[in-house]
């Protein structure tokens, strides 16, 4: 598994940087936006063991649940950035962004 921003992803995540100091990503698969990246200041959301450490999103720990990461192991995700809220408590909400997965199966 691969993770990677786009450009637009990384100028958001500078500019919660600047507000919010350091940063983390959980993807969960679970409620509120399912499958959307929540982003956080570090530390602020409880990982724990079922949450796997799957990189670093422009210098941001990326964690994701433990059966998530089972059926994406193989799968390469982009993080991109559209307009509009999610129903979440994610920290871009206020700037009318939200944080999206692209996914691309790769070659086991």
């Known amino acids: 598994m691969k993770i990677t921003a786009t450009e637009s992803c990384k100028a958001l995540i500078g500019l919660l940087i600047s ?3 350091e940063l983390m990503f959980h993807l969960s698969g679970g409620c509120c936006d399912g499958s959307s ?3 956080y200041p570090l530390g602020e959301f409880k990982v724990g063991g079922q949450d796997v450490l799957i990189g670093e ?6 964690y994701m649940g433990k ?3 089972k059926l994406w192991q193989n799968t390469d995700l982009t993080i991109d950035v559209v307009n509009g809220r999610g129903a979440s408590f994610s920290l871009e909400i206020p700037e009318g962004k939200r944080f999206i ?3 691309e199966v790769c070659a086991v």
């Open 57 to 62: 999103l422009a210098g941001c720990p990326f």
């Open 101 to 103: 997965v692209r996914s």
């Open 19 to 21: 507000k919010h100091g």
């Open 67 to 69: 059966a998530q990461h």
């Open 37 to 39: 990246p929540m982003c």
